[in-house]
């Protein structure tokens, strides 16, 4: 595609559910992030993939989130038993082989 | 641990004001820096990518500087215009992350 989508755009969820955020990058793009931006703030590292294989998760708040990208393609940010402070907007972005960052327009999750 | 600091946090100008906006990290074993813009409800869209062995990038109106050794880089934006209202966040990619700053809020008023 032209840039990178994700997808839902928003996304409500009662605390306790779990929730899926999709990510598709630019094609050929082989390394992909993700990020979690609280509102005024900068974003935030969470993991990071090249190609099928995530190579940092050091960012990942807790054992609930779980991040994959099986193909090397299209990942998903999976947040278990959803809690109130996992409200914030998710932001992914693909990056060319000198690492200039492309994102997508990100999820806001609202945990209620 | 890489720290990444921003100032101003915020600015308003006149339109047709040429400005500056600072980006400070404190170590400087980065491989790259690169300036977004962010407006609001959306994503962060790329403006500049300066990697460590250069010193500026243009595009444009803008110009980002990159001094590894004092740990700074400066955006400039020529003739500012409304449109270019928005947040403006550096990045630098240090090991493996990379890492922002919290953002200067840019107001421009016609």
């Known amino acids: 595609g032209a840039g990178v989508s994700q997808s839902p755009r928003y996304k409500v969820a009662k605390r306790g559910q779990d929730v899926a955020l999709r990510c598709d990058p630019i094609?050929?793009?082989?390394?992909l992030f993700w990020y979690q931006q609280a509102l005024g703030q900068g974003p935030e590292f969470l993991t990071y993939?090249?190609?099928?294989?995530?190579?940092?998760k050091s960012g990942l708040p807790s054992d609930r989130f779980f991040a994959e990208r099986p193909e090397g393609s299209v990942s998903t940010l999976k947040i278990q038993r959803t809690q109130q402070e996992d409200s914030a907007v998710y932001l992914c972005?693909?990056?060319?082989?000198?690492?200039?960052?492309?994102f997508g327009p990100g999820t806001r999750l609202t945990v209620t | 641990k890489q720290e990444v600091t921003q100032i101003p946090a915020a600015l308003s100008v006149p339109e047709g004001e040429n400005l500056v906006l600072n980006c400070s990290f404190t170590?400087?074993?980065?491989?790259?820096l690169q300036w977004f813009r962010q407006d609001p409800g959306k994503g962060l869209t790329s403006l500049l990518l300066?990697?460590?062995?250069?010193r500026e990038q243009t595009s444009g109106r803008l110009n980002a500087s990159l001094d590894k050794s004092s740990g700074r880089s400066t955006l400039y934006i020529a003739a500012s215009q409304p449109g270019d209202s928005a947040t403006y966040l550096c990045?630098?990619?240090?090991?493996?992350?990379?890492?922002f700053g919290p953002g200067t809020r840019l107001s421009v008023l016609p």
């Open positions: 170590d400087s074993a980065i491989y790259n």
């Open positions: 094609s050929g793009h082989v390394s």
């Open positions: 972005a693909g990056a060319t082989r000198s690492y200039e960052q492309y």
């Open positions: 990045a630098v990619l240090y090991g493996q992350n990379f890492v």
């Open positions: 300066i990697q460590s062995s250069q």
């Open positions: 993939f090249q190609n099928e294989a995530q190579l940092d």
